[in-house]
């Protein structure tokens, strides 16, 4: 009997022992210790770049509407008493930045078009915009042209626009949209249209487009359009070294801890920051193929995947349908014949997408291995 008791005595001990035992052993302690930094109240709400290769541009209008927010915009325009940044009409307009940027880095490009119609642009598989460029890149084309606010060049959310000629019928994505206004600049201009164009430029008026575009060589229509609608550009201040930019690049192989770190401690400060990574992860990928920007707004760890979980905000909408469906090689398919010529790609379990918000969770572990820069606008001094 007494060694029964015995051996219960010890098996209850190991249990108990069993039950103190510390959750996720193999996690560095400075991890579990990560300070909580949840920034998604002060940003403005996720956006949608649609079709068009702008997320640099979608994350560089992130960073300066933060900072907008944070400092009432009196260091940049010059006064406060501005209205709450965050509301969808005073971000800062991601596709004004993207096409100063173009219009700034890419004339080669603007070249290559040579004045062609849009159907041996599409023969020749060449698009009407210019693609592709740095967050780092796009600030500073901000600070040297200025910017303005989607109120007055809009973004996204064009699936209301009806028109014949979008690929889905009564939904046209950004890039139709520029479609429409790239042969515009050269054929006779209809009041459909007009009415079209003025989607994305709400603050002119129909006279004013219709006059851009008789004008206008193709190439520059875009460009024409939204310096008209930003003529009153933001560059108060803006010129003279403030706000100061920092960021940081790796090359592939390269050790990416300094950029995890320049990371936390952005965040830490309560400042987003722009990172340049690999998303293939972000879909179940395994590759390093789908470079892409988003913002950084918040971070915790997350005793449940024994991780640190950093709080992605991307540029592809407030739905979660691009991380929790399979998804045909990146691409929006709405056919059978599509969807067989681009195989599925199964979902990332380990990507967590918040609905209908559209934030995402990714984990420390997928980031580092991703990651190739990180850009942040220095708030501190101002603030």
Known sequence: MLKLTTLIFILGLTIVEAKAAPACPLVPPSDKATRQVDLRREMAPVKDQDSIGWCYGFTASDLLTHYLYKTNGKNILGSTGWPDYRLKSYNVSSMAISTMYNQKKKNDYSSALNNRTLLELERAKTKVVAEGGTVFGALLIAKEKGFCFEKDVSSEDFSYVEDYRCAVKNHCSIGEILNIVYNGAKEKIGCDDLFTIQKVFPSLKLNAIKNVLERSARQNALSNLVNLSCKKKFTNNFGLG????????????????????????????????????????????????????????????????????????????????????????????????????????????????????????????????QIYNVTAIQEDSFI
């Open 242 to 369: 403030q706000p100061r930019f920092e960021t940081k690049t790796i090359k592939i192989g390269e050790s990416s801890t300094e950029l995890m770190s320049s990371l936390d401690n952005h965040l830490d400060r309560g400042i987003p920051v722009g990172i340049m990574y690999y998303a293939d992860f972000l879909m179940g990928g395994t590759g390093k193929k789908f470079a892409h920007a988003s913002s950084i707004v918040g971070k915790s760890y997350n005793p449940a995947t024994c991780e640190v979980e950093y709080i992605l905000k991307n540029s592809w909408g407030r739905g979660c349908g691009y991380y929790l469906k399979e998804n045909p090689e990146y691409k929006k398919c709405s056919t059978d014949a599509c969807r067989k010529q681009y195989k599925p790609i199964p979902r990332n379990p380990r990507v967590r997408c918040e609905s209908p918000s559209g934030y995402v969770f990714i984990r420390k572990s997928d980031l580092k291995n």
